[in-house]
């Protein structure tokens, strides 16, 4: 399986911040890379997709960016709304496409 | 509008076997590039992929839970089925299914999830 890593566990960040999410696959996964946020009690919601392509309906602060085997998420100015939990996900190899073990994000 | 919904037992014993359904709405299992996912997550924990079925019914597998699990599907009901054999108390999480886009393959719809819990 491909491990997939991300850093840092968890943040605190202020409204009007920027913020950088990193993920690190155990090997390269040629930008297979989607980024999820979760809110408590409820389900994952994709941000980005193909490590830089913003899904529908998706706020531009986030972007993500990356290669082989090393990914951002950067949210350009925090909102309110975007504390929450973020995953990456790794599709380059099925199966498993494994998931990052999260970063959750609070407010300073 | 696309919708899924996840549905089946609240509470398993140790042992017993556990099915639950994937209702969806809005799309079509039969449509190239689209498959339905089963992902779960364990009370204050990460994410972990269990399946997949493609629109061609082919199906994977995380290697981990390989022998337990079974996908099956309904094309005229819209249903994916998933069981999972052994079921143990550390399979207490919750399930989501999703659904699966390629070809950057991604889950860009899920269900609300529902809870299981393993307990004799």
């Known amino acids: 399986d491909i491990q997939m890593t991300q850093s840092p566990s968890s943040l605190s960040a202020s409204v009007g911040d920027r913020v950088t999410i990193t993920c690190r696959a155990s090997?390269?996964?040629?930008?297979?890379l989607n980024w999820y946020q979760q809110k408590p009690g409820k389900a994952p919601r994709l941000l980005i997709y193909?490590?830089?392509t913003l899904q529908s309906g998706v706020p531009s602060r986030f972007s993500g960016s990356g290669s082989g085997t090393d990914y951002t998420l950067t949210i350009s100015s925090l909102q309110p709304e975007d504390f929450a939990t973020y995953y990456c996900?790794?599709?380059?190899?099925?199966?498993?496409?494994?998931f990052g073990q999260g970063t959750k994000l609070d407010i300073k | 509008q696309i919708t899924l919904q996840e549905s089946g037992p609240t509470l398993v014993k140790p042992t017993q076997t556990l099915t639950l359904t994937c209702t969806f709405s809005?799309?079509?299992?039969?449509?190239?590039?689209?498959?339905v996912g089963w992902i779960r997550q364990p009370p204050g924990k990460s994410l972990e992929w269990l399946a997949l079925?493609?629109?061609?019914?082919?199906?994977r597998y995380s290697p981990s839970l390989k022998n337990r699990l079974t996908l099956t599907r309904d094309t005229s009901k819209n249903q994916v089925v998933l069981t999972m054999t052994d079921m143990d108390p550390l399979d207490t999480a919750t399930y989501y299914c999703?659904?699966?886009?390629?070809?950057?393959?991604?889950?860009?719809?899920w269900g609300q999830g529902t809870l299981v819990t393993v307990s004799s």
């Open positions: 996900q790794q599709t380059y190899s099925t199966p498993p496409n494994t």
């Open positions: 809005g799309f079509s299992l039969t449509t190239g590039g689209v498959g």
């Open positions: 999703a659904r699966h886009y390629g070809p950057e393959f991604y889950f860009d719809y």
């Open positions: 193909a490590a830089s």
């Open positions: 079925i493609y629109w061609d019914d082919d199906k």
């Open positions: 090997q390269s996964i040629s930008s297979f």
